[in-house]
């Protein structure tokens, strides 16, 4: 259970604000959000999923079900680029946001294999800076830079805390790159 319960149970604070404002969801964590799927399928609100591929399903396998989502798994290694070129999908769905993000991206997240730093958190923020709502996964305190960044973005300032960016290996651009084409064929189609 929890923010992304799909059956019973607790409020999806994210399926609600997406089915009441016809909003897109963007979910950017470690975690692909089963819960928010589960709604997603019910409802019908537009979904871009941004997850870990070594720990979600398939994009192909979601598409067989749903038309109006857009997944878009990450490698091990992940970081800023890849992140920011996923988000950047996001501009695409040309309609409201609501963004379910966890931190676990986040390079200093000890149990996480991304390099995301606060620069990507703050690309994430900036998304909503012109309206939008985010509902947050917890967060650790090795995570509170990223939070600090994301909130700074969905204000339309500067992002306080900047840091070095992690340069990512040619096999995880080119597998990020790979699903960076797929994703936008797909999201094109969303209406």
Known sequence: MGYDSGRGGLLNAVA??????????????????WGTWELHLRLGFPLLAIYSGAEGPQPGKLARR???VVAVPLPPGASDR??????????????PLVLEVGLDLYRLEPLGHFF?????????????????YVVLDCASAAS??????????????????PEGRIEEGPAV????????????ERIDKIK
């Open 16 to 33: 609600y604000l997406a089915k009441r404002l016809g909003a897109a969801v963007v979910a950017l964590d470690a975690h692909f959000p």
């Open 66 to 68: 749903s038309d109006k």
């Open 82 to 95: 890849s992140v920011e070129a996923a988000l950047a999908l996001a501009e695409r769905l040309k309609r």
């Open 116 to 132: 995301a730093t606060t620069a990507a958190y703050h690309a994430a923020g900036r998304l909503i800076a012109g309206g939008g």
């Open 144 to 161: 509170i830079p990223a939070l600090k960044a994301l909130l700074a973005g969905a204000d339309g300032g500067p992002n306080p805390l």
């Open 173 to 184: 651009r080119r597998e990020v790159d790979r699903a960076i084409r797929k994703a936008v």
